[in-house]
């Protein structure tokens, strides 16, 4: 507009317009050349008390309220040790890592970002800057499958002593590639993943290749390792989308190796073991009743003479 007039559509004010020209067909463009047609060449969204400068082909989650509830509840089920690394996986423009940095400031941990998209890269660096969070953090643009790999060999080279690594992970809908299940599942230096899914069906695909223990107790991808699978500890649901079927997931998985095992000969143990045979035969009966019930009800419509029957 004329003289610095906003842009209004049906009612909500325009910030910016691109324009992407693609010819073939999908819900998705990589690789199209975004053009500024109007407007400021990022958005800036905030987060708690922090500020995010969003381009045309980064993600950003649009229920902010909910957002923030979500990476409260992924820096708390990460719970680091101080001192250690933090590995964001599919960091996108680095709000979740920003965030945990932020939220963990007094644990003096490292948080290291990798992310397919440069754009995204470029945003995640410049929002780091607009929050004063730059010693902490790092990012670095690749597949993960491909810099991962690349990232925990300096960790180890670069320290005396292994540190102690925990990660989150945020994938898109078709999940983690095998490559990265891989290198989580037998880089053993991981202690923790937190997932944060979008997508249930990826979720329990990738857990189950995460978790799963192998028939000879060696890692199913170095067999010079023993197996040290995850164990998923907790799950919880994010309603980021109310009034809709969609539901984000927190899961937390710990290797096995600092799970704490219960102790089987405990009171505490043994009276819900009880209490569990209980409902069991409960359940077992009932099922047994309803199966009576219905084969009896059959055999009776069975036996029944059709009245129109000659």
């Not at 390792?225 to 927190?250: A, G, K, Q, W």
Request: charged share 25%.
């Amino acid at each position: 507009g004329e003289g610095g007039e906003k842009k209004v559509w049906d009612g909500y004010e325009v910030s910016s317009f691109y324009f992407q020209e693609h010819a073939g067909f999908s819900d998705t463009i990589e690789g199209a050349e975004f053009q500024l047609v109007y407007g400021e060449p990022t958005l800036t969204q905030h987060l708690y008390d922090l500020k995010f400068s969003v381009g045309p082909a980064a993600f950003f989650q649009v229920n902010v309220p909910a957002c923030e509830l979500m990476y409260a509840k992924v820096a708390d089920l990460l719970n680091p040790t101080p001192g250690s690394i933090v590995l964001d996986i599919c960091c996108g423009t680095g709000t979740i890592g920003l965030c945990a940095a932020r939220r963990l400031k007094d644990l003096n941990c490292r948080i290291i970002g990798i992310e397919m998209v440069p754009e995204a890269v470029r945003n995640a660096k410049v929002n780091a800057g607009l929050n004063g969070i730059t010693n902490e953090v790092e990012f670095h643009v690749g597949r993960a499958e491909d810099v991962l790999p690349k990232v925990l060999h300096e960790l180890n080279s670069v320290s005396g002593k292994k540190p102690e690594v925990y990660a989150i992970v945020d994938p898109p809908r078709g999940g983690l590639h095998p490559d990265v299940l891989k290198l989580l599942r037998s880089n053993h230096d991981i202690l923790r993943v937190v997932y944060v899914s979008c997508n249930p069906d990826s979720l329990v695909d990738n857990v189950v290749k995460m978790t799963v223990p192998s028939e000879d107790g060696r890692d199913p991808n170095n067999m010079d390792l023993v197996d040290n699978p995850f164990v998923p500890v907790r799950s919880v649901p994010v309603d980021m989308f109310p009034h809709t079927y969609h539901c984000e997931v927190i899961m937390r998985l710990d290797r096995d190796s600092i799970v704490e095992k219960p102790d089987m000969q405990s009171e505490e143990v043994k009276k819900m073991m009880k209490e569990s045979v209980v409902q069991i035969a409960a359940l077992q009966e009932e099922e047994g009743g309803k199966e009576e019930n219905g084969e009896k009800e059959e055999g009776g419509v069975k036996d029944e003479e059709d009245p129109n029957e000659p």
